[in-house]
């Protein structure tokens, strides 16, 4: 099974910061298969990222995704009060999928 | 639209049996892959198995193979996941969510909020 580590655990920055989250993989992914999501108390996690790259329908430009093999990267460029939430990377590889422990990117 | 709508929240006993549901809507449901994924209190994503309405093929997590069983009717684009003898570690909130041809999730059901106390 491929285990996804996400680092920082938290991430405290301010509105209009930029946020630099990381995942990195114990075996290498494919890039086809790591997204990232977001998720907001209460509610259910929303698909931000799919490809390492690409954007999902509706996601604002300042979602970036990048990285390959091990390490991969989310990158939001400037904070929004609505960005404050937790994130996810995801894999699929061998019939099997896992999500990393997740990034929380809360208000300083 | 797209949409997965799941079954109400539960409160059960240890021991007990439960079936939840998550009906799908708004595309061709048999021809998608419907995944399970648990959100344990104040914890992550865990993803527990996914199954292929069109013949019901499902694969599961080792982690979950042998403790849970999902099942699906493509009738009533409905998939299911049920649990023959509950914990209170089973205790958590249930995700469906369909798997896009990207093999990632790009819908979501609202979960299931499933409680197990005495």
């Known amino acids: 099974e491929t285990v996804l580590t996400q680092s920082p655990g938290t991430l405290s920055l301010s509105p209009g910061e930029r946020a630099t989250l990381s995942c990195r993989a114990s075996q290498s992914v494919s890039n086809t298969y790591l997204a990232w999501y977001q998720q907001k108390p209460g509610q259910a996690p929303r698909l931000l990222i799919y490809g390492a790259s690409s954007r999902a329908t509706g996601i604002p430009d300042r979602f970036s995704g990048s990285g390959s093999g091990t390490d991969f990267t989310l990158t939001i460029s400037r904070l929004e009060p609505e960005d404050f939430a937790v994130y996810y990377c995801?894999?699929?590889?061998?019939?099997?999928?896992?999500f990393g422990g997740g990034t929380k990117v809360e208000i300083k | 639209e797209v949409q997965l709508v799941q079954s109400g929240a539960e409160v059960k006993k240890p021991g007990q049996s439960l079936r939840i549901s998550c009906k799908g809507s708004?595309?061709?449901?048999?021809?998608?892959?419907i995944a399970w994924v648990r959100q344990m209190p104040g914890r992550g994503l865990q993803w527990m198995g996914i199954?292929?309405?069109?013949?019901?093929?499902?694969r599961y997590s080792p982690s979950f193979q042998g403790q849970v069983t999902i099942s699906a009717d493509r009738s009533i684009t409905t998939a299911y996941l049920q649990w023959s003898s509950l914990k209170a570690s089973d205790t958590g909130v249930y995700y469906c969510a369909r798997s896009s041809s990207s093999v990632n999730f790009d819908f979501w059901g609202q979960g299931t909020l499933v409680t197990v106390s005495s």
């Open positions: 199954i292929y309405p069109a013949d019901s093929d499902t």
């Open positions: 995801q894999q699929y590889g061998r019939s099997s999928f896992t």
């Open positions: 708004g595309y061709n449901f048999p021809t998608y892959w």
